[in-house]
T-cell receptor
Framework: GAVVSQHPSWVICKSGTSVKIECRSL??????MFWYRQFPKQSLMLMAT?????????EQGVEKDKFLINHASLTLSTLTVTSAHPEDSSFYIC????????????FGPGTRLTVL | AQRVTQPEKLLSVFKGAPVELKCNYS??????LFWYVQYSRQRLQLLLR??SRESIKGFTADLNKGETSFHLKKPFAQEEDSAMYYC????????????FGAGTRLAVHP
């Protein structure tokens, strides 16, 4: 149990376009979802925390207008990278937990974004 | 500032040798510490957490508040232990807002 999926697993887009990444909890209700970013050979950096039905809380330095997060249901959160640029190319990973985050975080497989 | 430091990028050992992956943290409050593991081509998964005081796959980790450390240990490494290991700190209690270290790649050779 406790499986988290992400779609797509990889995406290539042109500079200036927007890309949406989905994160789904397949067999549990995720009250809280987290979005991380991982550069090559570096650690995961938390971008934002989203609770179902409320606005996401962004970490310092993360542009909320660039990285739009929606958590409309207990099983789905989306991250939209708006007007993507090459420097946005990265590995984006989501995690999900129940009980308002006070529970184990289960991680998705990640989405590799390449912006040309 | 909250920070997790894993000083070794790579730890290479032979099968059967003891393993210790180092983790030091900086946090002014009461920390919650975790070890996550990522096997090749797999997603990140929780290995163990300090509040459980459990042993998973032969690994243990003890929180040492005096030394602000949470080193991961295993007495006899196995080849299947080869993976990327991340130490993480929960900044606000529970499992919220994990702050990850840079990770240590463990390579266990036959």
């Amino acid at each position: 149990g406790a499986v988290v999926s992400q779609h797509p697993s990889w995406v290539i887009c042109k500079s200036g376009t927007s890309v949406k990444i989905e994160c789904r909890s397949l067999d549990f209700q995720a009250t809280t979802m987290f979005w991380y970013r991982q550069f090559p050979k570096q650690s995961l950096m938390l971008m934002a925390t989203s609770n179902e039905g409320s606005k996401a809380t962004y970490e310092q330095g993360v542009e909320k207008d660039k990285f739009l997060i929606n958590h409309a249901s207990l099983t789905l959160s989306t991250l939209t990278v708006t007007s993507a640029h090459p420097e946005d190319s990265s590995f984006y990973i989501c995690s999900a937990s129940g009980r308002s985050g006070a529970d184990t975080q289960y991680f998705g497989p990640g989405t590799r974004l390449t912006v040309l | 500032a909250q920070r997790v430091t894993q000083p070794e990028k790579l730890l290479s050992v032979f099968k059967g040798a003891p393993v210790e992956l180092k983790c030091n943290y900086s946090y002014s409050g009461s920390p919650e510490l975790f070890w996550y593991v990522q096997y090749s081509r797999q997603r990140l998964q929780l290995l163990l957490r300090h509040i459980s005081r459990e042993s998973i796959k032969g690994f243990t980790a003890d929180l040492n508040k005096g030394e602000t450390s949470f080193h991961l240990k295993k007495p006899f490494a196995q080849e299947e232990d080869s993976a990327m290991y991340y130490c993480a700190l929960s900044a606000s209690g529970g499992y919220n807002k994990l702050i990850f270290g840079a990770g240590t790649r463990l390579a266990v050779h036959p």
